[in-house]
Every structure is written in C-alpha cells, then in structure tokens.
C-alpha cells in the first residue's frame, strides 16, 4: 500500500465520521500509522493539517444543512460535530466572516473545501499520482555505503534544526560521481532530498537546496527487511515489477524520466518501506 492509499484511507474515514467525535488516535490508525507520522503525511499530500481538514470540512457540510429549513442551528451543530451551538458559531463565523443565523437568513456562495480524493488512479497495487514543485534540502553521499553516510547528515540537519517531528517528505535516488541521476544498481553514490517550506530560513545553514519540478508519476509501495536481504534484491524487485506494470497498462515513460524512492514508516520495526516513483508522459 502507497502511502496515498493510507492517507486516502483516513480522509475516507474522516468523511464517514464528521458528525461524531474524531480522536487521532482511531484516524492515524486506519492508516496504520503513529500519530505523528500521520499528522506528517497527512500535511504533507493534503496541504491542510488534520484538525483544519476536520474543521474545514464539518463547516462545509454545515453550509448544506443550513439551507434545510428544518433544521434548527442547534441541529445542524450537532450534525457538523459541534458539541455546542456556540463553539460551532464562532467556527462558523471565523471560517465564513458571518454567524449560521445571518447566513440562513442572507445565504451567499461560500465554496468550502469538497471530500479530497488523493488519487486518480489506481492499478494492481499501482497508482498515478502528479506531484507538485517541491522546494528540498539535498544530502550527497559516495561510496562505500552512500546511503548510510548520506542518511547521517541528514539526519544530524534534521535534529538540529528540530524538524524531525515537523512535516516533511524524504525522497532518495542514486547518482553518478557527478551528481546526477544514475539508474545503476551499483551506484557510487546516493542522494537524499527532504522537503522544507517556502518560509524556513537557510541563510545561516551550510546546506544545498534545489526544487523538485512538478511531473507526473507511476508510484506503488514496498518493504522489506535488510538484515534478512543485505543486498537490497527487494528493492531492485520491486523496481522490476513497477516496470512491468507500467508495461502492462500502457503507460508511457518519459524520456529521460525521473524516479525517488520516498522513505516512509515501517510497519514492522527492523524494516525499510519506500514507494517507489517514475515519471511517466
């Protein structure tokens, strides 16, 4: 499973349960995930952090309710999964600039945030999915062992600037000696790149930054364990597969096409689980 199954999961989960009390805890594990890596992920493909997703679409649904004249404001707080006509109030006002009562009273074409659907398409354990611009820090590494070197700078950046429980997206891909994208296995070197905001400051860090150009991709989900396969053979595997699929289906890889492999939360501990991405026409 991808991981925009997972969060799909939860955003589906989300919608079934609008009126009723949402605890993190049951949502993170619909995508059998921690809280905290929930909370990442979920910022991270949606835009929206969790709780603004909640609010933004128990408000939506509440502009629905309120043209049913027979509701009463009360009812439709208790159908938004508000617990009290006031807190629902002020949520609605701060979100639309106006109360429920002048709203039914004087209705006006608030748009609101519609049911996400994350993925577009979706094929034998594989999916289409665009990705957007992304600005990154990028961590070089050469052999021996280019990804443990490169995933211990990474690491040391991420600590210090404490941004490890802060959300973020890590992508890797081989390279040459020369940096650039390498397809061989037997790479000499590795390339982490971990996505940041527009608005932190790296004027005062010795790091290099790059954009991830916007591109469409195949992207399906694999893990393994490397003490069990030290050779990485379910990676190169699962690769193996994404290719064939693609064939399969009919996709058309890009000429010079890209491809990541984005690092995600294990679901057992010892294990490495990446989705693996190639960009397509």
Sequence with gaps: MTIYEQIQKTIDYIEDNLSSKLKSEDVAEEANMSVRSFYNYFWALTGFSYKQYVIKRRLTKALDFLQKEYLQVVDVAFESGYETHESFSRAFKNEFGVSPVDFRKRPQNFEGVKNMKIIKEMYMG?????????????????????????????????????????????????????????????????????????????????????????????????????????????????????????????????DNCRWFEEELEPSKPGNLRLDLYLEIE
């Design 126 to 254: 594989v999916i289409v999915k665009s990705l957007p611009e992304m600005r990154i820090v990028a961590f070089e590494a050469f052999a021996p062992e280019p990804e443990l070197k490169g995933k211990e700078q990474m690491e040391k950046w991420l600590n210090k600037r404490d941004l490890k429980n802060k959300p973020h997206r890590i992508f890797g891909h081989n390279i040459d000696l020369d940096g650039n994208l390498d397809d061989n296995p037997e790479n000499v070197g590795y390339k982490f790149l971990v996505t940041i905001t527009d608005e932190l400051d790296l004027s005062k860090d010795n790091v290099k930054t790059e954009v991830i150009k916007a591109g469409k991709f195949v992207v399906t989900g694999i893990e393994g364990n490397i003490d069990s396969d030290p050779s990485d053979k379910w990676i190169t595997e699962g690769w193996q597969k994404l290719q064939e699929m693609i064939k399969h289906k009919g996709y058309r890889i890009k």
